[in-house]
């Protein structure tokens, strides 16, 4: 997690961290968003070897999508309780948005560009797709209601269904192949 595709990727994952990563564990505590935080490096990974593994898998991308996902999380368990709910919502994809963008262009048309070899947007996509049912099943729920019992038990449903997937796939995979 310390390689990264330049200085501008090293610096917008420290920025997240630091400014979503930390106040989610002032709120919820190092454990929970640690927990999150892997979950997110691990889907990545399994994500993108799945998805698109002609490409090179390079920095904390997919923790560090999971912790704005794990914000994500936070605001639909907490809502009511939260002042300006729906300003962080935009904050959160206005950011997610251009970054994904970004790692899309460099995967499709850096090299063409002399951006560089290609980086795996799909361990954003993945990280923050743990990020957000992780997140659901181990951030403060600070007034549980019925609805987000549920979305408690989908969240786990997709993340164990998708893990499970992926490790399968990677086991079972012709495309890899091991030296003996």
């Not at 630091?18 to 002032?26: C, I, K």
């Not at 994500?47 to 991308?61: H, K, N, P």
């Not at 954003?124 to 099943?137: D, N, S």
């Not at 549920?150 to 269904?161: K, R, S, T």
């Amino acid at each position: 997690m310390v390689l990264h595709a330049g200085w501008l990727h090293l610096i917008f994952n420290l920025l997240v961290q630091l400014l979503v990563g930390l106040p989610l564990e002032m709120v919820h505590g190092s454990l929970r968003i640690g927990v999150v935080y892997m979950a997110g490096v691990l889907a990545g990974s399994l994500g993108t070897s799945v998805i698109d593994s002609d490409v090179f898998l390079v920095g904390a991308s997919g923790g560090v999508y999971a912790l704005l996902a794990a914000h994500l999380a936070n605001v639909l368990l907490n809502y009511n309780q939260m002042e300006f709910g729906i300003v962080r919502l935009l904050a959160i994809f206005v950011v997610a948005s251009a970054d994904v963008g970004f790692a899309v262009y460099n995967r499709y048309a850096g090299e063409l560009v002399g951006a560089g070899p290609p980086v795996s947007y799909v361990a954003h996509l993945t990280g923050a797709l743990a990020g957000l049912t992780i997140g659901l099943l181990v951030l403060k729920n600070f007034e549980q209601k019925l609805r987000e019992q549920l979305m408690w038990w989908i969240a786990l449903g997709v993340y164990a269904a998708c893990t499970i997937f992926a490790v399968i796939y990677n086991v079972t995979s012709p495309s890899y192949t091991y030296a003996t």
